[in-house]
């Protein structure tokens, strides 16, 4: 976990632009769980960006969800982090990302799953949740969704004029030689169970 000081040394928050003190405010992100090893300068980078971006969407007048969404577009760019850019690939090669939001205020959510071809699915959660407050008609009664999966919620970002990319730009180098050699290994297990289970039928029949 990686955090923004809620304050300076003097007890109030940074000045704005016009240099009267803003209110204190305390940023924390986290990238997951697990055991980082060798990788672990590259995470509090990743962790202190991240943090830096919600700090300054919060001083430019930004509330705690426009933080949220901008300290999660960080990570989400950082092919260092398990998310966006050099996530970990599915089954097939491919990432496929989710997200979501919540404002406690409204209080709505929006939220996104199996998304490929979004550069920021957090940004995709977002706009989902800003169209639930807005509550505009839609045309025969329809309300607008709170959760899309899939390339429905990759069409629906790129109507909304959300940033989107090749799948394949996502797949990082070090994320698909990953793959490659656990798909190796897969192989290898799944080919000594079945000889197992060949050799046991054998001696059964014998």
């Known amino acids: 976990m990686s955090t923004v000081p809620p304050c300076n040394a003097d007890g109030r928050g940074d000045a704005d632009a016009a240099g009267a003190p803003s209110a204190p405010f305390f940023v924390?992100?986290?990238?997951?769980?697990?055991?980082?090893?060798?990788?672990?300068?590259k995470h509090v980078r990743l962790l202190s960006a991240a943090c830096a971006a919600g700090a300054a969407a919060l001083r430019a007048g930004g509330g705690a969800l426009e933080a949220a969404v901008a300290a999660v577009s960080s990570m989400e760019d950082d092919p260092a982090c398990n998310?966006?850019?050099?996530?970990?690939?599915?089954?097939?090669?491919?990432?496929?990302?989710?997200?979501?939001?919540?404002?406690?205020a409204a209080p709505t959510f929006g939220a996104c799953g199996a998304v490929s071809g979004v550069k920021n699915p957090v940004r995709l959660a977002e706009a989902l949740l800003m169209r639930q407050k807005a509550g505009a008609p839609l045309s025969l009664g329809r309300i607008d969704p709170v959760l899309l999966v899939g390339d429905g919620a990759t069409r629906w970002a790129e109507e909304q004029g959300l940033a989107t990319v090749a799948p394949d730009a996502l797949v990082s180098a070090e994320r698909r030689a990953e793959w490659e050699h656990l798909k190796q290994r897969q192989r290898r297990a799944e080919g000594a169970a079945a000889e197992g289970a060949a050799s046991g039928a054998a001696a059964r029949r014998g």
């Open 83 to 104: 998310a966006g850019l050099g996530a970990n690939l599915n089954e097939v090669g491919a990432v496929e990302c989710d997200a979501s939001v919540m404002d406690g």
């Open 28 to 41: 924390a992100v986290h990238a997951g769980a697990g055991v980082h090893g060798r990788s672990r300068a």
